[in-house]
């Protein structure tokens, strides 16, 4: 049976606050938080390394492992942990992943971000890559969080089935290099191909922030760069727009 908290201060409760609004806090802790049903569902369908489930009367649950603590709470309290402005009456905590890239890439086709601050444009990378049947997805320093509650909800039930890691773009270039993958990034410059003549199949391709796009140092380790063909009244595209027609071309 679950047990029911009523106070702000109980233990488990300022956990999840923390959780909701410390990455520092989920990197030492070792957990993430996710909200609502549809995604609880799939974090038990993927075998999401379940921890806690904090609900309101009204919710019903899924079935949970043994191990799982579940815990009611009142309307009101859930209000006051949950960091969607609009909660849908469940919170979850999971266990979180490694964060290091393999040794050894043993796929062909991969994405890399950089400093892509908004964790809605990581989550939904992250569910785009999934979608497309990306091996998985790189963050080189300066991204959001792929943990935050944020980019979890935006990556619909993604972070429970691709790999995402964490590494440098000397890591990057070493991994990809052992594969035998070029890395490719997304940019405008005298050299650059179309995104429609580029091999997307087989490579490592890098989208960088919404604002100033990738880095001279990212662009200097990538063997080319691809552009996307738009209107020329038009500048750019999203972050997550843009990966997700390199995406595409990748899986077409």
Not at 67 to 84: D, F, K, N
């Amino acid at each position: 049976m679950a047990e029911r908290i009523t106070s702000r201060t109980n233990a488990l409760m300022v956990h999840i606050r923390k959780l909701g609004s410390s990455r520092a806090h989920r990197r030492e802790a070792g957990e993430y938080l996710g909200d609502g049903v549809k995604l609880l569902d799939e974090a038990v369908r993927w075998g999401a390394p379940l921890t806690a489930v904090v609900h309101t009367a009204d919710v019903p649950l899924p079935e949970l492992g043994p191990a799982v603590r579940v815990a009611e709470v009142p309307v009101e309290l859930m209000r006051s942990i949950s960091p969607m402005e609009t909660p849908q009456g469940v919170l979850f905590l999971a266990r979180q992943p490694s964060q290091e890239p393999p040794e050894r890439l043993s796929g062909c086709r991969y994405l890399a971000l950089e400093g892509v601050q908004d964790p809605g444009n990581v989550g939904t990378i992250l569910r785009t890559a999934d979608a497309f049947g990306a091996d998985g997805l790189f963050l080189l320093p300066g991204c959001a969080d792929p943990f935050g509650p944020k980019a979890v909800r935006a990556s619909m039930g993604a972070v429970f089935r691709l790999p995402v890691w964490s590494c440098s773009l000397p890591q990057l270039q070493q991994s990809a290099a052992q594969a035998g993958l070029p890395l490719l990034g997304a940019a405008l410059r005298a050299d650059t191909r179309d995104v429609r003549q580029a091999d997307l199949a087989h490579g490592v391709a890098l989208v960088g922030s919404e604002g100033r796009g990738l880095s001279e140092q990212a662009l200097s380790a990538c063997q080319y760069t691809v552009r996307i063909p738009m209107e020329g009244r038009c500048e750019s595209l999203n972050a997550a727009a843009a990966a997700a027609v390199l995406l595409w071309e990748g899986y077409r």
